[in-house]
């Protein structure tokens, strides 16, 4: 079956600009999360929702951040002004009852 | 808290060579524990996982035990093969009230294997 996919694959913006990064998780997977991978930084985690719940935004490294699911489905993160330091790999991964995150492919951002 | 410490690479060894990747961890609770690897230019997948203490993982001839004595979950493989290359990651669910979170990661180990 289809995986997680993310949208797009490349982004490059300017330092400033707003961001959109789109994920559609497995169909009928109930979780949903956002990490991002850097050099210096390695993989954190970002932000998790779960069903109909409150999401943990715990991760979430400033208020520039924010994330939204709609329909239990699709997740769109987005980076207000962007900044050069959030130029970053970002991922998002599903997973369903069990304890298995699936991961997508990642959206590349460039800050210039 | 929770945090995840694996071997720093690179590591790079020849073909057929015996693959050891240490990582340890700290946890609130019981969690799972994972790898994953990134092989180059591809997405982080799942390699193998335990659930709980005293299981193997095992998956394309790697293996890990979980050790809650050693809080270790050692990452070995008998023969390496060149297709081995790749960034392999310890992992930890953060537990939720008991009910599974995000995962922590180690900084990763990248692994060269030389034919």
């Known amino acids: 079956g289809a995986g997680v996919s993310q949208s797009p694959s490349n982004k490059v913006t300017e330092k400033g600009k707003d961001v959109e990064l789109r994920c559609d998780p497995i169909?009928?997977?109930?979780?949903l999360y956002w990490y991002r991978q850097s050099l210096g930084q390695g993989l954190e985690f970002l932000i998790y929702?779960?069903?109909?719940?409150?999401?943990?935004k715990s991760g979430l490294p400033s208020d520039r951040f924010s994330a939204e699911r709609t329909g239990g489905s699709v997740s769109t993160l987005t980076i207000q002004r962007t900044q050069q330091e959030d130029s970053a790999v970002y991922l998002c991964?599903?997973?369903?009852?069990?304890?298995?995150?699936?991961f997508g492919p990642g959206t590349r951002l460039t800050v210039l | 808290g929770n945090s995840v410490t694996q071997m720093e690479g690179p590591v790079t060894l020849s073909e057929e060579a015996f693959l050891t990747i240490n990582c340890t961890y700290t946890?609130?609770?019981?969690?799972?524990l994972f790898w994953y690897v990134q092989y180059p230019g591809e997405g982080l997948q799942l390699l193998l996982k335990?659930?709980?203490?005293?299981d193997k993982g095992s998956n394309k001839g790697f293996e890990a035990t979980y050790r809650k004595e050693t809080t270790s979950f050692h990452l070995e493989k008998g023969s390496v093969q060149v297709s081995d290359s790749a960034v392999y990651f310890c992992?930890?669910?953060?537990?939720?009230?008991?009910?599974?979170?995000?995962?922590?990661f180690g900084k990763g180990t990248k692994l060269s294997v030389k034919p």
């Open positions: 991964a599903s997973r369903a009852y069990t304890d298995t995150q699936y």
């Open positions: 169909s009928g997977h109930t979780a």
């Open positions: 929702f779960q069903g109909n719940s409150a999401p943990d």
């Open positions: 946890a609130t609770g019981y969690p799972s």
């Open positions: 335990a659930t709980k203490a005293d």
């Open positions: 992992a930890l669910n953060r537990l939720i009230g008991g009910s599974q979170g995000n995962l922590i």
